[in-house]
């Protein structure tokens, strides 16, 4: 975490900057598709020390009061989120930038916070601007509420989970995390897939 | 072709890198010899039939499986982590 009197040319700089520009919202015209840029986010990657998970688990669940998944699923509150990252592996989400060092007694740690761009994604048409790209099936039936994955979008490896709790028949809301260097064709490939619905 | 990720699910089969037979083993430090290493070096059969091999799942979860799939009909028998799942 950047210390203020440190004296530096180098100041913090959005994933998204000069990619994504803020389109004036227009509520009279409802879009197909909705992007937020999700910014000043914490991001850890979580890997459990061998013979830890059991007890890496009962940290998170006491500090975070979330229950680590073991099936590719992200478990979340307003504050966090843990998001399945392989077997033993969870990728965890901080609303706001923050110390993960507790965890770091149990598990290996390694701060993404400047690594990842996130963007939120929702409205009417979402499933048919993913499905352009994500070879995953992203119905409700096979992806349901709070359902998580790790796969590739137009050769770009994303992260993505759903984040509502929305009735079968309701669109879904999807985060997506994708590596920070690939922010750019991968806004490449959504602003092109999105193109036709807003 | 799709693969049965044991931890993701199906997947599509550009989501994952190929290595092959996952039955090579290297030559323990007895039995090293240069023809040995050759072996396990360069020598693998081809079946045309079942053969155990090796998969990464490579856009996914980053493990490796190993798969027993029929070469031929790409009929699918099992597929399984490489190494047993960190101890709990």
Known sequence: ?198 | MRLPCPHCGTRDVQEFTYLGDANVKRPGADEMSEAAMTRYVYERDNPAGRQREYWHHSSGCHAWIVVTRDTRTHRIESAEPAKPLVQS
Not at chain 1, 100 to 124: K, T, Y
Not at chain 1, 169 to 176: M, T
Request: hydrophobic share 45%; aromatic share 8%.
């Open chain 1, 1 to 198: 975490m950047a210390d203020p009197s440190l004296k530096t040319k180098w100041s913090r700089h959005s994933a998204w900057a000069d990619i994504l520009t803020a389109s004036p919202s227009d509520a009279a015209r409802p879009c197909g598709v909705n992007v937020v840029a999700r910014e000043g986010l914490g991001v850890a990657g979580i890997q459990a020390q061998r013979g830890r998970k059991a007890a890496l688990s009962a940290l998170v669940k006491m500090r975070y009061g979330l229950e680590l998944p073991t099936t590719p699923r992200a478990v979340r509150d307003a504050a966090h989120a843990f998001v399945w990252a392989g077997p033993g592996q969870w990728l965890l989400v901080a609303e706001q930038k923050e110390s993960f060092a507790e965890l770091s007694e149990l598990a290996a740690v390694s701060d993404q916070s400047d690594g990842r761009a996130a963007l939120r994604l929702s409205g009417p048409n979402v499933r048919d601007m993913l499905a352009k790209g994500c070879m995953i099936d992203l119905h409700p039936a096979a992806f349901p509420s709070g359902a998580a994955a790790m796969t590739s979008i137009a050769h770009i490896g994303v992260h993505l989970w759903r984040v509502d709790e929305q009735p079968y028949d309701r669109p879904a809301i999807f985060d997506i995390l994708v590596a920070r260097s690939m922010a750019a064709s991968f806004w490449s490939w959504a602003s092109a897939s999105a193109a036709e619905y807003n």
